[in-house]
């Protein structure tokens, strides 16, 4: 097993998360995962988005903040070849430490229907499939 390193996601990771990201199945990205777009969302959520490191390379992701009633995840991902090694679960451990201390009690996170892995992962850990809302998008 490799050494791992789990700490604070800058604006400066953002090239090597895009390209995890890409990479990804069932990680939609957005006009809203644009540099400026990630830098806004890292000022206004200090402290609570984490990267998981090995030797200098983003093995995974977590991008977290609040609305000051809920917490959101987003992008919780792990590069194909680092899993299997609790990388997505402490990624996940560490932005909900930081929601509870921040106040937030609940978290949500939005998973693609057809993402299968997404889905597997969510479950295992203990988090609950919602059925009794739908979800609305529009673009302003």
Sequence with gaps: MQYMQYREMTIEDYEQMIELWQKIPGLVLSQADSREGVAEFLVRNPGLSFVCESSEKIAGTMMCGHDGRRGFM??????????????????VRLGLAGLREAGIEK???????????????????GWQKRNDFFTYSKNT
């Design 74 to 91: 987003y992008h919780v991902a792990v590069d194909p070849m680092y899993r299997h090694q609790q990388i997505g679960k402490q990624l």
């Design 107 to 125: 978290c949500h996170i939005f998973v693609l229907a057809d993402n299968e892995t997404g889905n597997r992962f969510w479950s295992s850990q």
